[in-house]
C-alpha cells in the first residue's frame, strides 16, 4: 500500500502546534497599544500645530515691526530734511521785511548760499553747469544752438539746475546746448 502521508493536507491545529507555524504567526498589536500610538501621534500633530501657529504669529509680528520701522524711518528722514531747511525758509521771511532793495538782495545771496550748504549737508549735487557736456540722463535740452567755436553738445545756457543725490535724479536740468 502507498503512503498517502505526502499527499495528505495537514489541519489548523497540525500547523498551530508546528515549531514552523509559531514562526509564522503574525503578531498582531492590542487595542491598548493601538490606543497608545494614537495618542502619541495626536500628541505630535498637537505639536507641530502649535509650532506652525507660533511661527505665523512670529511671521505677522515681524512684518507690522518692519512696516512700523520703514514708516518711521521716512518720517525721521523728512523731519531731519525739514530741520534743514527752516533756517532758510527765516531768512526769506526776514529778507521779505525789507524794503532797501540792496537789503534784500543781500539777503537773498545769503540765503541762496544757505541752500546750497544744506543741499551739500544732504548730498545733493547740483548737475546742468554752463562748458558740461550734455547728457540726457542728466540734463533736458529745450534749446539747440549753433556755435563753432564750442565742442559739440557743449551746454551753453542754465535755464533750471538740475539735482541728484547719488544716482537718483531729483530733476533734470533745463538747458541749451550746441549740436
Not at 495626536?42 to 505677522?60: G, I, N, P, S
Not at 521771511?93 to 544757505?114: I, P
Not at 539735482?163 to 541749451?176: L, T
Request: aromatic share 6%; no cysteine; proline share 2%.
Amino acid at each position: 500500500m502507498a503512503d498517502n502521508s505526502e499527499n495528505r493536507s495537514l489541519t489548523d491545529e497540525e500547523i498551530l502546534e508546528s515549531p514552523e507555524g509559531d514562526a509564522e504567526a503574525i503578531d498582531t498589536p492590542t487595542a491598548e497599544e493601538l490606543l497608545k500610538k494614537i495618542e502619541e501621534l495626536e500628541a505630535l500633530v498637537k505639536e507641530k500645530d502649535d509650532k506652525y501657529l507660533r511661527l505665523a504669529a512670529e511671521y505677522d509680528n515681524f512684518r507690522r515691526r518692519s512696516k512700523e520701522e520703514k514708516e518711521a524711518i521716512y518720517t525721521d528722514a523728512l523731519a531731519d530734511t525739514v530741520s534743514e531747511l527752516l533756517p532758510i525758509i527765516d531768512n526769506l521771511d526776514r529778507a521779505a521785511l525789507y524794503e532797501d532793495g540792496e537789503k534784500v538782495k543781500e539777503g537773498l545771496a545769503m540765503t541762496a548760499k544757505s541752500v546750497e550748504a544744506v543741499f551739500s549737508k544732504l548730498g545733493i549735487e547740483v548737475i546742468g553747469k554752463v562748458g558740461e557736456t550734455f547728457d540726457p540722463n542728466l540734463h533736458n535740452a529745450v534749446l539747440h544752438g549753433e556755435d563753432d567755436s564750442l565742442g559739440e553738445g557743449e551746454i551753453t545756457d542754465v535755464f533750471q539746475k538740475g539735482y541728484k543725490k547719488g544716482n537718483k535724479i531729483i530733476r533734470f536740468a533745463m538747458v541749451k546746448s550746441v549740436n
